[in-house]
Structures are given as structure tokens and as C-alpha cells.
């Protein structure tokens, strides 16, 4: 039990990290499909949920397995899933239902080589605008990053507070090399991490709107079965649930949907700096290439090079506030990303001018070394 490895020192992998994160932030219901290189995390839940009073559901696929995520969200279970890329693709209208019927949920997509089943067990960042932008519609949706084994138990405790707090699916993205890295970790007690719980309606049944949102836009959130009526559709709807045309409320729903991630911006905004106050030349990384980022930093920095290290781990919505300061700073910026481009272009985006940004990427489904971006960061 999670109660058992409070102050220990563990040799952990990703994987299962994320799944203890889980098992301390309240999850209490699994649905998922095996895949590499994901699995790891099914394993443990199976075994580690039933001792809590949880539940473990191994599914048909991953249409299936984002549909009994929801399913137990509504009734009132803090819940997750676990895949990898292909599986994810396979998630993505269940994705948008649980946006538009604002379902709090966890995602966890361990990124490995694509398209297709493409590379299963080497690493890749392939999948981050498709994390974004994957269900159609505009939506809102909280992506994060995990870099480390410690990241990924404190990351997905921070997902699942995030998913609570604001009613929206958080994708956790974590890679082959985060997933199957073993490093020895501490584990803290679980009286001192901060668990955040849905808010429950505090009106009688009869007053309920459960789509009506707080002063954040956020709409208290009733369980099945607590006496509470509640429509879920996957059509827009008014503040009672119910399917609408009309324009106002149509509206209404959507500003509301982006306004309350907006407002929440301070909280849900999270990026880590490495010797970046006097930095002439950055690196701005995510995953595991941010490990390899600060070894070059701090290799660049002996041999007498200004570098510094801006580590995203929010990756949607985009830190432009903290990206913004480091391109006005810093002469170039270097971008490394296991696929073409994908975070480097919302870097450019963001640019506007302000520093030189070079991509540094491989697609060949192998990772990407400190001493690639050494070298990098000493031409530049």
C-alpha cells in the first residue's frame, strides 16, 4: 500500500512513480489496455487499487477505457487511464466528450516512436500538439510534462488537483525513457502533500444547476446517486445540461469553458530555472531531453559559456509569461525536441522577433544526448 512507502528510499521507474502519484492524490479507479510502454503503470494499479478500496478494469481498447474513466468521474471516483500513442489517437472523442461535459480525469500518454505503431519502445515527444489539439473543437485542456521519476509521482498528484479544481482532463505526457528510467527516490508523507477534492454543490437538489460555474467559472459538481439530477451530453448545453441552440447561452458556455483555465493561469502555469539569471544563451526543454539540457548547461557554463535552462513543465496552456522573459534576455535560444518542431513552434510563435530560436530535433528514435546540446549551445 502507498501508506507503506512513506520516507523510504525506493528504486522506482517512471512508470510506477506516476502510479503511486495516483494512488496518493485519491484515484480509486483504473480503465485501461496494455501497451508498451505504458504497461507498467496498469501492472501496479492492479495490484495496489483492490487494497485500497479501488477499482482495477482492464478493457476491450481505449475507445472503452476513456469511457469508463468518465463513467466513474460522474459518479464521483477520482479516475485515470494509461496508454501510448496509438491508444491515445484512439481516446480522442471520449477526450472532447469529457471536455465538453467537463468530466475531471487523468490521462497519461507515455510517448513512444509514430505514426501508427511506429517505434514501441524508443522514445518520443511526437505527441504534444496532438495532447493540444487532438479532439476537434477549441477546448480547454491542461497538458504536462514529466522529466524524472520524482516528477512523475509529484506531477500526477499535481494532475489530478489541477483536474479537480478546474473540471478538465489533464494529459500527464511522459516518454519510453521517463517511463523505464529507475532512479532512487523518496517518497513523501502523504499528510504533507497537498490534495485538492471537486467542490460538492452546497444547494438542495432542487436549486442545482450543475453546469452553473463559480466565481472562476467552475461549476460545483454533484455525483451520480447523491440525490442531485444531472444531464451529461456531449452537446453544447445551458446551465441546467440540457442541449442549446441559442446564441447567448452558446456562448456563454464556451467563453466560460476558456475563461475559467485562464483565470487559473498562476496555478496551473509551472516551469523550473536553471542558471538563467545572467544567461546570454538558453535552452527551453521539456521531458526527459531536459535532463540532457542541464548537463549541457552546466558543461556549456565550465567551459565559459552564458548558458541557462528554461524547463517547461506546463506545456499547454503555453507559458508564453515565462517564455516571453528568456527570449527577451538571451540572444538565442536553442529549442531541443525528440520530433520536428512542435513546442519550438510555439516558442517562434511567442518570438516575435525577440531572439534567434534553433530547433534541435531527431526523429530516429533515439534520445537526445547532453552532448548534442553541448555542442549546439557553444555554436551558438
Not at 517505434?119 to 479532439?135: E, N
Not at 489530478?160 to 529507475?182: K, W
Not at 539569471?277 to 557554463?301: P, T
Request: glycine share 8%; with cysteine; proline share 6%.
Amino acid at each position: 500500500m502507498i501508506s507503506d512507502l512513506e520516507n523510504k528510499r525506493l528504486l522506482l521507474q517512471g512508470n510506477e512513480a506516476v502510479a503511486y502519484g495516483a494512488l496518493a492524490a485519491g484515484c480509486r479507479f483504473f480503465a485501461g489496455y496494455p501497451i508498451t510502454p505504458a504497461t507498467e503503470i496498469s501492472e501496479l494499479l492492479a495490484a495496489e487499487l483492490p487494497k485500497v478500496g479501488g477499482t482495477f478494469a482492464q478493457m476491450e481498447d481505449e475507445i472503452a477505457s476513456m469511457g469508463a474513466i468518465i463513467g466513474a468521474s460522474l459518479a464521483g471516483v477520482k479516475s485515470m487511464t494509461a496508454t501510448s500513442g496509438p491508444g491515445f489517437s484512439l481516446m480522442q472523442e471520449n477526450l472532447g466528450y469529457a471536455c465538453v461535459a467537463e468530466v475531471p480525469c487523468v490521462i497519461v500518454n507515455v510517448m513512444r516512436g509514430g505514426p501508427s505503431t511506429g517505434l514501441p519502445t524508443c522514445p518520443s515527444q511526437g505527441d504534444v500538439q496532438m495532447a493540444r489539439w487532438g479532439t476537434h473543437g477549441d477546448h480547454p485542456i491542461i497538458v504536462l510534462a514529466t522529466s524524472s521519476v520524482e516528477d512523475s509521482f509529484s506531477i500526477t498528484v499535481k494532475a489530478f488537483n489541477l483536474s479537480e479544481q478546474f473540471r478538465v482532463p489533464v494529459i500527464i505526457l511522459s516518454d519510453e525513457v521517463v517511463a523505464h528510467t529507475r532512479e532512487c527516490v523518496q517518497l513523501p508523507e502523504l499528510k504533507r502533500i497537498r490534495i485538492v477534492d471537486r467542490i460538492r454543490p452546497s444547494v438542495p437538489p432542487d436549486w442545482y444547476k450543475p453546469y452553473e460555474g463559480d466565481n472562476r467559472g467552475v461549476p460545483h459538481m454533484a455525483a451520480f446517486g447523491d440525490g442531485y439530477r444531472h444531464h451529461v451530453t456531449g452537446l453544447i448545453h445551458d446551465e441546467h445540461g440540457f442541449p442549446t441552440q441559442k446564441e447567448n447561452e452558446v456562448l456563454h458556455f464556451q467563453n466560460r469553458l476558456t475563461q475559467k483555465i485562464t483565470r487559473g493561469f498562476p496555478e496551473i502555469m509551472m516551469t523550473r530555472n536553471f542558471m538563467l539569471e545572467d544567461a546570454e544563451v538558453a535552452v527551453i526543454a521539456y521531458g526527459s531531453v531536459a535532463r540532457s539540457a542541464y548537463k549541457a548547461v552546466e558543461d556549456a557554463r565550465k567551459q565559459g559559456t552564458k548558458a541557462g535552462l528554461l524547463q517547461l513543465i506546463t506545456l499547454f496552456p503555453f507559458c508564453r509569461s515565462q517564455v516571453t522573459p528568456v527570449l527577451e534576455q538571451c540572444r538565442a535560444v536553442l529549442v531541443p525536441e525528440m520530433n520536428m518542431g512542435q513546442i519550438s513552434r510555439e516558442v517562434q510563435r511567442v518570438n516575435q522577433g525577440k531572439s534567434i530560436v534553433v530547433k534541435h530535433n531527431r526523429i530516429d528514435g533515439n534520445f537526445i544526448t547532453p552532448q548534442e546540446l553541448y555542442t549546439q549551445l557553444v555554436k551558438l
